[in-house]
């Protein structure tokens, strides 16, 4: 049974940088859409970025498009998400998620095929 692992979260003053990864396990992203989601205190979840296994497709959402980057290595079966110019509405709990198809789904999924349990990314002074 495969399984996500996400570490790299922490406290990073505003305009600091942090890079998450997503280690998977028991199965392999080259033919899955990995992403990041997040869920801040208060709001809904909402999807961050995507990738496909083939690092063909990426998708950002516009808030923080030309702040994030997403990429993939599939040697380690790895995802990680480089996050620069932080500001405290980034403080959130990200998880990973993989599903089985296009990032366009994953990104409006309620249920992909496999979540991480989450790492948490708080951003103040």
């Known amino acids: 049974q495969g399984q996500l692992v996400e570490s790299g979260g922490g406290l990073v003053q505003p305009g600091g940088s942090l890079i998450l990864s997503c280690a998977a396990s028991?199965?392999?992203?080259?033919?899955?859409?990995v992403g990041w989601f997040r869920r801040a205190p208060g709001k809904e979840r909402e999807f961050v970025a995507g990738?496909?296994?083939?690092?063909?497709?990426?998708y950002y959402e516009d808030s923080v498009k030309g702040r994030f980057t997403i990429s993939i290595d599939n040697a380690k079966n790895t995802v990680y998400l480089q996050m620069n110019s932080l500001n405290p509405e980034d403080t959130a709990v990200y998880y990973c998620?993989?599903?089985?198809?296009?990032?366009?789904?994953?990104?409006?999924?309620?249920?992909?095929?496999?979540w991480g349990k989450g790492t948490q990314v708080t951003v103040s002074s």
């Open positions: 998620a993989a599903l089985e198809g296009a990032v366009a789904s994953l990104r409006v999924t309620q249920a992909p095929d496999y």
């Open positions: 028991g199965f392999t992203f080259s033919s899955y859409a």
């Open positions: 990738i496909s296994g083939s690092n063909i497709i990426k």
